[in-house]
């Protein structure tokens, strides 16, 4: 019981303290993991990052399960997610109950997020325009990004279908340009 | 029935986000605000500052604080955030069960993520396109307040906490 305690604690740690979630908890959860804990080393863990990223849902959660089978199965990760989940659970659960019905009638806050506002929108903003300088003038990509777009804020369109229909696109694209290729 | 709609649409952005935090702000808006209308375009924003402050995914700290303003109790945060979570745990677990077999390089997943990488900028570009009307945005200031903030993240990569603490300061000064 002692180790899924730890693998409970380490976790909650990791989700108590990587505010902003995604990204920011990375360096976070490779000091616990790999450096404190060497549950896993760093290939592994480079490993991990690649296929957290690459399934849906959000890293910490990804990251807590594969650290969770790796060490104990399915037993290890059910320990490891729930400490991931519970500490940002308890949290967004007190400000939903004592603080969503002031932030609109409360003046002084009601300042504070008129302020906060236009700049969460910059924070969005700012890694679409990172990953789009990234990928560059490339055709493909850049249409599919366009589209994407469009679809979504012109046409109201589920971003379910358009995940789908992008992940299609890649797939037939790729195997049309191999047998292209290969002639 | 409320629970069973909290339940699906949370399953659903759990299954579908790919890409984490930032990309799934598109799928949560379409179910939350455009779809089931349990918040408005304006407390959206809010939970999103909400969520940048506090510890934790933005997919978790939504579901939590959506499934409790939609139902009013706490057994409705729990089932958003069970269902929300549920996928990608399900789906990592079956990644990590072949883990050995995956390891070599698939081409055709290579492929699938070609087309799912832009895509992910465009649900990312979206949700930040979608959040610009006259809840955000009220006068000169906020658009003032956006370019600085855009500037500081994007140029001299400012921490996100620093920007929305400065930018509440800026409000609680400005209006």
Redesign the interface.
């Known amino acids: 019981m002692r180790i899924y305690f730890q693998l409970f604690y380490s976790f909650f740690k990791i989700?108590?303290?990587?505010?902003?979630?995604?990204?920011?908890m990375i360096p976070l959860i490779e000091r616990e993991v790999v450096d404190r804990k060497k549950w896993i080393d760093k290939d592994e863990f480079a490993?991990m990052l690649a296929?957290?990223?690459?399934?849906?849902?959000?890293?910490?959660?990804?990251t807590a399960?594969?650290v969770g089978?790796?060490l104990y199965r399915?037993k290890g990760?059910i320990f490891s997610?729930l400490g991931?989940?519970l500490?940002?659970?308890v949290?967004?659960?007190l400000?939903?109950?004592f603080f969503?019905n002031i932030?609109r009638t409360n003046e002084?806050i009601e300042?504070?997020?008129?302020?906060?506002?236009?700049?969460?929108?910059?924070?969005?903003?700012?890694?679409?325009?990172?990953?789009?300088v990234k990928?560059g003038l490339k055709f493909?990509?850049?249409a599919?990004?366009?589209?994407?777009?469009l679809l979504?804020?012109l046409l109201?369109v589920?971003?379910?279908w358009?995940?789908?229909?992008?992940?299609?696109?890649?797939?037939f694209?790729?195997?049309y340009e191999d047998k292209h290729s290969k002639k | 029935m409320i629970y069973i709609q909290l339940f699906t649409s949370f399953f659903?952005i759990?299954?579908?986000?790919?890409?984490?935090?930032?990309a799934?702000?598109?799928?949560i808006r379409?179910e939350v605000v455009?779809k089931h209308q349990w918040v408005n375009s304006?407390e959206f924003?809010?939970i999103?500052?909400?969520?940048?402050?506090?510890?934790?995914?933005?997919?978790?700290?939504s579901a939590?604080?959506i499934g409790?303003?939609a139902t009013g109790g706490?057994l409705g945060?729990v089932v958003a955030?069970v269902a929300?979570?549920l996928?990608?745990?399900i789906?990592?677990?079956l990644?990590?069960k072949f883990?050995f077999k995956?390891?070599n390089n698939n081409?055709?997943?290579?492929?699938?993520?070609?087309?799912?990488?832009?895509?992910?900028?465009?649900?990312?570009?979206?949700?930040?396109?979608?959040?610009?009307n006259s809840?955000?945005?009220?006068d000169y200031k906020?658009?003032t307040?956006?370019?600085a903030?855009?500037i500081a993240?994007?140029k001299f990569k400012a921490d996100?906490?620093l920007?929305?603490v400065l930018?509440?300061?800026?409000?609680?000064i400005?209006?």
């Open positions: 989700g108590a303290f990587t505010i902003g979630g995604g990204y920011a490993e296929m957290a990223q690459a399934a849906p849902g959000p890293i910490a959660i990804n399960v594969f089978y790796k399915w990760s997610t991931a989940i500490p940002s659970f949290i967004i659960l400000i939903a109950m969503s932030i002084v300042r504070i997020f008129k302020g906060i506002r236009p700049v969460v929108v910059a924070l969005i903003a700012i890694p679409a325009f990172n990953m789009l990928a493909k990509p850049l599919i990004t366009i589209v994407a777009v979504i804020c109201k589920s971003p379910v358009v995940i789908i229909a992008a992940g299609l696109v890649g797939l694209g790729g195997i | 659903k759990g299954l579908f986000g790919f890409g984490g935090g930032y799934m702000l598109s799928l379409d455009d304006a924003t809010d999103v500052a909400i969520s940048q402050m506090t510890p934790g995914p933005i997919a978790i700290n939590t604080y409790y303003t706490v945060s955030t929300v979570s996928p990608p745990i789906i990592m677990l990644v990590c883990f995956f390891r081409k055709y997943i290579d492929y699938v993520f070609s087309g799912l990488k832009p895509a992910v900028t465009g649900l990312i570009a979206a949700a930040a396109i979608l959040l610009v809840d955000t945005f009220i906020s658009i307040l956006f370019i903030a855009f993240g994007y996100p906490i920007l929305i930018a509440g300061v800026a409000g609680f400005l209006y």
